[in-house]
């Protein structure tokens, strides 16, 4: 945005401004815009639910607001605005009052590191994708609050499975991040996406392929295994069913958000779906490019760059909407496959949840460590780390081999912990059953 | 896969289980949904199918209602006459399980006399519990279900539904329910003639149909000028008188109406009896009877009716007769040259009748079977 701002301040109008003011309205511009879409997300993603889900139960869904439902969202947030605000006598006001707060804040601050297309990043940190990671566990502590703070048994429950369930699934998220980390090297989001252009294969990987921009993590099977290992984890994270535990209507009313209503409440809603689509965002970043794709590296190869600051600003345009267009494309897609899990499966138990995370994911994920270890050493090291063997070989020879091993590997260690882990599943329910055997003297 | 049954078929679904793979499940889970949310783009305007959506979107679309749903009872009208088919018989009212039907039944002006007819008749919806035993039970074919179900006022008392609100013509009725209506129509019609001869004035007129009460009204009042005062009475058949049915008098009257139905399998006609001298009971009921038994002969498994006679049931016996000859005659596909003499005074000419009717009725009956 800055190189923008000056080109047009300073550049155009020759207005000649310093460098602080151009930050400094950049950045105001970045906000206010961020700001606005981020609600917006929120409203459309409801609408995009409810209409997905229901034609997956043969229903048609909300579709009388506006043309096919369009403003139904706007109907609700008028209608949660206008609810009275209840805070229980027995409560703790002044945390049942902030938690909302603590648990919408880290999802904005989620926005600050998400490129949204060439050039399109609000802050390009060196250290983009912990910063997002770091500050989405943030929520945790306002979870937490809400469920204290109730002084309500459910609420309470809810929020200790919610803590539970994100601490227990940040680790499967982020060994499968490292895998990727570890491939590309760097921590920032913006260079995870300039490396996947290519074709099938990396540019980085190997240089001949021509740049489509499809050289995407999910294409190899490091990236493949880390893909399905986040995507759970993700789902978990963003209290998705299956894993919508926290908030199990059936068992516990709402789980933390039991005794908010009103805006208080909408502020928990607005979180979670503003989470689910950073999530969204996220996966689609990592594994499938974000902005990346056929004929945006080429436009923004010609447009306003600090590398190309000769170029043509209409690019500048062509290529971020285009870039915008793939990266909401692969972000609404994932929502989609959210809310078909949501119209799939049924939500696990909590001990069915710890064992899946706990003895499936964290040692998948190990392996596909491992498997990226291999990765980066065929297709990168050479003889002065102490892999002379691969010096010989041509780069897409080294790719291939690199992609064969890893596959096997994690293919072989896929199904290796399925069926330990199945057999594990069996084991307890016999056990299960063995004691309840023995507590109703039935067979 | 189907498997074929006497009545109809059973679909078992294949499951495709066997032996699944480490996360085959969870796919194919994924699979079904899919299916689903595919298959909702077309619509399922068939039941048996599993995909695709079968909303009707309500206040736009409407499902057809059955002929015979049933919301909230009406009263209906005849279009042509504009008379009311409710004749106030309180039937209606009484069989009412939560009480919400209350009648006030017409009388005449002049005489103080009923009248069959209702000069209110009010239904309280909000309590009506739809369970069309009214309907049911009327025995004039007044009272039928609606199927108008979009009810909601603001208030209680608007649903307390006055005969105006209530009248309906019958041919909103043929509308909704047209086999409903076609089994019942003869037998109401004939009713309500019956019902108009004895309404005096404007009395059972529908109060919405303005002009028809105005030309009644204009009606009447020539027919008074004609014959030179009461206006009143002008143009109304004579009341029946109200007499109680001894059994015999029953027996001879289901007599006649067996003889009718086995006869041509037109309803009883309901007509108001003439005068009668008392002097021919026994002849008359015989000829009845003999009409009867020759009808039933001629149609299925003949069946004695022996029935005491008194001299008491000369008028039934007399009614019987005519009913019988006229049920014969509607038969109709026999010319029957029955001439019912309207006052018969004598044994004779009863039972002439009742030789009549029941010749008719043989000839209908073979002509029938015959064909
Ligand atoms: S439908 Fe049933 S409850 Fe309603 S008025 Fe008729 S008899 Fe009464
Ligand atoms: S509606 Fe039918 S049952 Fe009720 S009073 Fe009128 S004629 Fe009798």
């Known amino acids: 945005m800055q190189d923008v701002v000056n080109q047009v301040i300073n550049t155009s109008f020759g207005w000649g401004w310093p460098s602080w003011a151009i930050a400094l309205i950049g950045y105001l511009i970045v906000a206010a815009i961020l700001f606005g879409i981020a609600p917006f997300q929120m409203l459309f993603l409801t609408l995009y639910e409810r209409r997905a889900i229901a034609r997956m139960q043969d229903r048609i869904g909300p579709n009388r607001v506006g043309p096919e439902g369009a403003f139904q969202p706007l109907a609700d947030g008028v209608k949660i605005f206008t609810k009275e605000d209840i805070v229980p006598a027995a409560a703790d006001q002044w945390v049942h009052f902030i938690a909302p707060c603590v648990v919408v804040a880290p999802t904005m601050f989620m926005f600050a590191v998400l490129p949204w297309g060439p050039g399109m990043v609000p802050v390009d940190m060196n250290l983009g994708l912990l910063f997002f990671f770091a500050i989405s566990s943030v929520s945790a502590v306002g979870l937490m609050m809400a469920g204290w703070a109730s002084s309500n048994k459910f609420a309470l429950v809810g929020a200790m499975r919610a803590v539970a369930q994100m601490v227990s699934y940040e680790i499967p998220a982020v060994l499968s991040l490292l895998a990727i980390v570890m491939v590309t090297g760097s921590l920032s989001i913006v260079e995870l996406i300039n490396y996947q252009g290519g074709l099938f294969i990396s540019t980085r990987d190997v240089a001949s392929v021509p740049d489509w921009g499809l050289g995407w993590f999910i294409f190899s099977p490091v990236g493949f295994l880390a893909f399905i290992a986040f995507f759970i984890a993700a789902l978990a994270e963003g209290e998705r069913t299956p894993f919508d535990i926290p908030e199990a209507d059936s068992e516990i009313v709402a789980g933390y958000m039991t005794e908010y209503s009103g805006m208080k409440f909408g502020l928990f809603y607005l979180a979670q779906y503003v989470l689910n689509f950073l999530l969204c965002a996220i996966t689609s970043i990592i594994f499938f490019g974000g902005w990346q794709g056929p004929g945006v590296g080429w436009l923004y190869a010609q447009a306003i760059t600090p590398a190309n600051l000769q170029g043509d600003w209409i690019f500048n345009v062509l290529a971020g909407v285009l870039g915008v267009f793939y990266f909401l494309l692969k972000t609404y897609g994932f929502f989609f496959v959210m809310v078909w899990i949501r119209g799939a499966y049924a939500r696990l138990r909590i001990d069915q949840l710890m064992d899946f995370g706990w003895k499936f994911l964290i040692p998948l994920t190990l392996v596909n460590i491992f498997s990226a270890a291999i990765w980066v050493g065929l297709t990168k090291w050479g003889a002065a780390d102490g892999l002379a063997f691969v010096e010989g070989w041509s780069p897409l020879m080294r790719w291939a081999v690199a992609f064969a091993v890893t596959l096997i590997l994690n293919l072989g260690a896929y199904l290796f912990l399925a069926r330990i882990f199945a057999q594990s599943q069996d084991e307890r329910t016999r056990q299960d059953d063995e004691v309840l055997e023995q507590l109703t003297n039935v067979a | ?371």
Not at chain 2, 81 to 106: D, F, K, M, N, W
Not at chain 2, 163 to 168: A, H, M, V
Not at chain 2, 342 to 347: E, V, W, Y
Not at chain 2, 365 to 370: G, K, L, P, R, V
């Open chain 2, 1 to 371: 896969m189907t498997i074929e049954m006497q009545r109809g078929s059973v679909i078992v679904m294949d499951r495709r289980r066997g032996k699944l793979r480490a996360g085959q499940g969870l796919l194919q889970g994924l699979k079904v949904v899919w299916d689903h949310w595919a298959g909702s783009f077309r619509t399922n305007d068939n039941f048996s199918k599993i995909h695709g959506t079968f909303t009707v979107e309500y206040p736009d679309e409407r499902l057809p209602m059955p002929q015979a749903y049933r919301n909230m009872p009406v009263l209906l009208f005849d279009d042509e006459s504009g008379h009311e088919l409710c004749t106030g018989c309180y039937q209606c009212q009484r069989i009412c399980p939560p009480q919400v039907i209350h009648i006030t039944q017409a009388k005449d002006p002049v005489t103080g006399k009923m009248v069959p007819a209702a000069t209110e008749f009010i239904i309280e919806y909000d309590a009506c519990m739809s369970c069309g035993f009214c309907a049911e039970v009327c025995p004039f074919d007044s009272i039928k279900m609606d199927h108008v179900y979009e009810l909601s006022t603001a208030d209680r008392v608007s649903l307390t539904m006055r005969k105006t609100q209530l009248n309906r013509p019958i041919s909103y009725y043929t509308g909704i329910a047209p086999d409903l209506w076609a089994e019942a129509q003869a037998g109401a019609m004939k009713k309500l003639q019956g019902s108009i001869k004895r309404r005096p004035d404007v009395i059972g007129l529908a109060a919405s149909l303005t002009e028809k009460i105005k030309a009644r009204r204009l009606e009447l009042a020539a027919a008074g000028q004609v014959a030179g005062g009461g206006g009143q009475e002008a143009g109304v058949a004579p009341a029946a008188p109200a007499a109680k049915l001894t059994p015999e008098e029953k027996a001879a009257k289901l007599a006649a109406m067996k003889a009718a139905k086995q006869a041509g399998g037109a309803p009883a006609p309901a007509e108001a009896p003439v005068e009668l001298s008392p002097a021919d009971a026994k002849a008359a009921k015989l000829a009845a009877i003999k009409a009867a038994n020759a009808a039933k002969q001629a149609g299925a498994a003949p069946a004695e009716a022996p029935v005491e006679l008194s001299p008491a049931d000369a008028k039934a016996a007399k009614l019987a007769a005519i009913k019988a000859a006229n049920a014969a005659k509607q038969a109709g596909a026999v010319p029957a040259p029955v001439e019912v003499p309207s006052t018969p005074l004598d044994a004779k000419a009863a039972r002439l009748a009742a030789i009549k009717a029941a010749n008719a009725a043989k000839q209908a009956a073979e002509q029938s079977n015959n064909e």
